[in-house]
């Protein structure tokens, strides 16, 4: 199993319907959403970046709007408690009301960081969660690997065969 932080950007003040659960006004400025894959966590992450998807989960409807512009992943099953985390982290500027948490009782898995986000700044945030390991993906870095056929998510394999990660 695997968690995973997708860190958003939107660009623009923007009202979008969330399924069931209604019309959510979002800022722009960047998110980071917290998500978990009990198996094949590389098949979820690429279907987070893929434009062109059935809507299934809260964050699908986001995404038609907004941006992924990295991935942290993290071997963990600890989602809720990786939540419970940034949502009392003094980077997290609040949390998205009910937001990717129908299946449990946190009030979100979706936070608001503001409109200035550096993934230099994130760093420090990443290295004081209590999981043993973690690796990040940014687009503008993605480098290609044979196990991953379309290179969507490479460096995070080739973090994983350095890192020792035995869940892709």
């Known amino acids: 199993m695997a968690c995973y932080f997708l860190f958003i950007r939107l ?4 009202e979008i319907q969330v399924g069931k659960k209604g019309l959510y006004r979002f800022r722009c400025g960047f998110y980071v959403y917290v998500g978990r894959a009990r198996v094949r966590v590389a098949v979820r992450l690429r279907r987070h970046l893929r434009h062109k998807k059935r809507k299934h989960w809260h964050i699908d409807f986001l995404l038609e709007e907004a941006k992924v512009e990295g991935i942290a992943l993290f071997e963990s099953n600890e989602e809720c408690s990786l939540a419970a985390f940034l949502l009392q982290h003094p980077r997290t500027q ?3 009301p009910g937001f990717g948490s129908s299946d449990c009782a946190c009030p979100s898995h979706l936070f608001y960081l503001g409109d200035a986000f550096s993934f230099e700044d994130f760093f420090a945030v990443l290295k004081a969660i209590p999981v043993s390991s973690w690796v990040v993906w940014r687009k503008q870095e993605s480098l290609h690997h044979l196990s991953v056929s379309d290179g969507i998510v490479p460096e ?8 020792g990660f035995g869940f892709l």
């Open 94 to 96: 609040h949390g998205i």
């Open 11 to 14: 660009d623009r003040d923007s």
């Open 156 to 163: 995070t394999v080739i973090e994983h065969e350095k890192n």
